[in-house]
């Protein structure tokens, strides 16, 4: 059993990226982060790649993009979660978080905090979900459109509303919003659903690419606007777009405490295949 770490993305994909496509949709949060990676739609600091092997064999993996984003790891056994965890002490690598399945990722966490003296919190609870045949909403409307810079102050206005939501305790930092539409934009990933008014009704995101799929994200309907079917319109039609690009399905990840869209994503053919969980850690309180 060893913990092997690489200098760069390319080394930490010859090694990896057989084992991670067996299981491509769970695994595209890793994967995907790594082909941003490497294709330069994502610029790390302070990045962390790993391979970790058993009997000369390639099992897990484990990445890091940025230092205040969390570890992300494959499913892996106890003994092998504790030489990765003596690797990052011996190397005095700190770690704001750890995302993987629920048993990897809560006994990493109580390794962790016991010895780095920290307490945590759960960031998101996540339910993985797979589509490869769309079912289009009996009420379907609007048409998707990619987003351009014309469209800049309402995909922003979304973008902060979608965070505000979804992490109501973490701080919107305009200059981190401002970096994220610029590279949706400069990628064309990011789509909008308009009415027959042309008027900006809902949003989603094809935030990350894997061989065979294609990941959605940043779904966001304004609250005035809700309850009318658009989410489930602009995800059915920017998942028929991944899978007429030539994917062979798409993904998306929810939040496992929101049974709304938990619900209406499987109304539109997405089919649950896993879970698992992010964890912060912080100062323990004294």
Known sequence: MKIVKHDNVSD?????????????SFHNLILGLAYNIRDKKVEPTAPLYYSIEMNGEIIGGALRSHHDKPLIITEIPFELVDLLIKDLIDKKIDIEGVVTEE??????????INLKN????????????????VIFPKNI????????????????SFIIGFFQECFPHQPVVNEDIEKMMGLFLKNKSLFLLKNSNNEIISMAANTRSTINGGTISLVYTPPELRGLGYASCVVAFLSEKILKSG???SCLFTDLTNPTSNSIYQKIGYVKIGQNIHFDFIKRKI
């Open 141 to 156: 409307s609007g048409e998707l459109i990619e987003g351009t810079q014309d469209h800049q102050t309402i995909i922003k």
């Open 12 to 24: 930490f994909l010859s090694n990896n990226e057989e084992l991670l496509v067996k299981k491509e």
């Open 118 to 133: 920290l307490d945590y919190k759960i960031n998101l609870h996540l339910g993985v979900y797979e589509c490869s045949n």
């Open 247 to 249: 994917k062979k399905f």
């Open 103 to 112: 048993k990897t990722a809560i006994y990493f966490r109580d390794k962790w």
